[in-house]
DNA sequence: AACGATTCGGCAATCGATTGCAAGAAATTT
DNA sequence: AAATTTCTTGCAATCGATTGCCGAATCGTT
């Protein structure tokens, strides 16, 4: 009645009286195995709580049963996995692969050098990879989706781009957003945004195809930081210096839209009767702020689903093409 | 000029001229190695871009550099990690985990057995778990944590428990909660949530302490599931069979509050006029709802990072206690 | 009872890096 | 120049499970 420790499958093996081989497949219910060994030793397994060593079998097998989501810190060092924009599409993504049997595997990382992407797929930690926004850093992207090939990114796409993304039209959001305040009666609209990222630049450009097909002047342009409190100040040093305050504004996230009814309303503007406003996500939060926030819907949903969808069928050995989705107008109350 | 492929120590050290273990120690810069070797050696990986196998590394030794972070569904099956407060307390907990070189390995469970957790930390692909929130399984975390080390709980801590937690003294908050809606004026208070967690038990109790301490009657108690659209029908139930509304509610999250305030407000019951609304968590967005939440707060940055800095001293081998933290009662505008 | 057809199960190599031990080379001492 | 010390480096075992190949056991059939 002695229970000495089992720790490997060679130990199992000989109390079983077996060799190790057999209690692995046993283990792993290949067929080669009868019936009647193959019980006994799970029942042996059970008793002894022994369970095989995931790393030892990774090793062998060559595959990690992980999925690495990756979050790119380009240009914007202190932003923070906690923004509510990542955080919903992780955990819509830590859904989908759960419910496909893959753990998620979470790393924010700072590029400094352009091999750190490849340093991470080349590290053997994980099956296939997901990028969420491509920042800055296109060109490594498409250097690393070249050679390796179970990799997505949440993103904009770009005719000629070599990495296979998911993301929503941004150029078609951003003139939609546009295009819904002019019909607002908006004739001065400012882009409220950082464009140093692919996406965002994207939702300008189409902002401003809106106006210029409207005969409108050019937007402003105002750089926002993603951080809370950066977004407040730079919105506030934008009303302070400009007497002639716009009265519609593109947001290029949800986020800083909400940052700016805020700063606006405290300074006694009147949203949307002043000023109309349009975010950008649909994130769950837009439909609780005061007033609801009008915005460009991003079925991230569906969109988490494509890049699961996709990856696996990548790692399966499939060659897979990027997906444009349709964005869609939310009108709430602030425009 | 030519560049075989490079698949692992061994071949870099044929084309090195040394043997594998000298390879292995000039890559980890053991001191055992001349500088020079060393340099040749590192010079030789960059230029045919390899990187040791991680998964051979942490076979050897006995470590993977990954932290598991788990969400128990105990309860609450069609709870999903999209949930606001997990979602805040992932991305903290991932800012602190990737601020230590560790990775971090989301997995949502559903506990259909009681051995989840020995599965789990017994399939050595992690250094130590992190639970989130002790759901009804406060028996099988007691039990793993006799044996494991490396794992800690967010969660409620209750006298005699044998597992290492962290979370704030949610009878306190309750308690807090409840004596700030009568000192507002409320007599008949409410509490909203769903009872069958620890935590919100704790909760539950410290609400009707303080009503049987000011002479009031024991609450009416609400079950509420955590999902938006359930937790909205419940609400509307309520109201619908109890003529005389509560004129305080205590919601066991902020997402309960949010909730009930938005329904309520529909019906032209008037916050806090009509009803004092106190929430609980203080996320991030509970200021930017309307009116903004009264809550009550747990700090989740210190609770992350004490959850992190626990686990790694567990890691380590030491031996520590479990953390309750003070809540905080933040009055905005909804009480 | 003997034969062939299956089914089981064991042996040993393999995945790729780490590390204790000891041998060989270089540097220092006498 | 011989002896001793100090550096370097190589050898080979190890972590624990998987799997191709082949021999052994079982079964049914005549």
Redesign the pocket.
């Known amino acids: 009645m002695d229970k000495p420790h089992i720790?490997?499958?060679?130990?199992?093996?000989k109390i079983a009286?077996?060799?190790?081989?057999?209690?692995?497949?046993?283990?792993?219910d290949?067929?080669?195995?009868?019936?009647?060994?193959?019980d006994r030793i799970k029942a042996l397994a059970r008793e002894h709580g022994?369970?095989?060593?995931?790393?030892?079998?990774n090793?062998?097998?060559?595959k990690t049963g992980a999925i690495g989501v990756i979050i790119p810190l380009g240009h914007e060092v202190r932003q923070h996995i906690s923004d509510p924009f990542f955080i919903t599409m992780l955990g819509l993504l830590a859904d989908e692969l759960t419910e496909r049997g893959y753990d998620l595997m979470l790393s924010r990382i700072i590029p400094e050098d352009s091999d750190w992407l490849d340093k991470y797929v080349d590290s053997?930690r994980v099956d296939g990879a997901i990028i969420i926004g491509q920042s800055d850093q296109s060109a490594v992207l498409d250097a690393v989706a070249e050679r390796y090939k179970p990799l997505v990114v949440w993103g904009s796409y770009d005719a000629g781009q070599l990495h296979c993304s998911v993301g929503s039209d941004n150029v078609a959001g951003g003139r939609m957003a546009a295009q819904h305040v002019i019909d607002q009666g908006a004739r001065r609209v400012a882009f409220f945004g950082d464009i140093r990222g692919v996406e965002m630049r994207a939702r300008l450009n189409g902002c401003k195809k809106a106006l210029s097909d409207a005969g409108l002047p050019a937007p402003d342009v105002v750089p926002i930081q993603l951080t809370r409190e950066d977004a407040r100040q730079a919105i506030a040093d934008y009303c302070n210096t400009n007497t002639t305050l716009p009265d519609g504004i593109v947001a290029a996230t949800d986020v800083i839209a909400m940052a700016a009814i805020s700063v606006l309303t405290e300074r006694g503007v009147r949203v949307p009767d002043d000023v109309r406003v349009v975010g950008y996500d649909d994130l769950p939060l837009a439909e609780q702020t005061a007033p609801p926030l009008s915005t460009i819907r991003q079925d991230l949903v569906t969109g988490a689903h494509n890049l699961v969808d996709l990856l696996l069928r990548r790692i399966a050995g499939e060659d897979t093409a990027s997906v444009v989705m349709p964005p869609e107008l939310v009108v709430r109350g602030s425009s």
Not at 7 to 13: G, P, Q, S, T, V
Not at 31 to 38: E, V, W
Not at 50 to 57: D, E
């Open positions: 720790r490997n499958i060679a130990d199992l093996a009286g077996v060799s190790p081989g057999t209690v692995s497949r046993a283990l792993s290949s067929g080669m195995i009868s019936q009647k060994t193959r022994f369970r095989p060593n995931v790393m030892a079998r090793l062998r097998i060559q053997g």
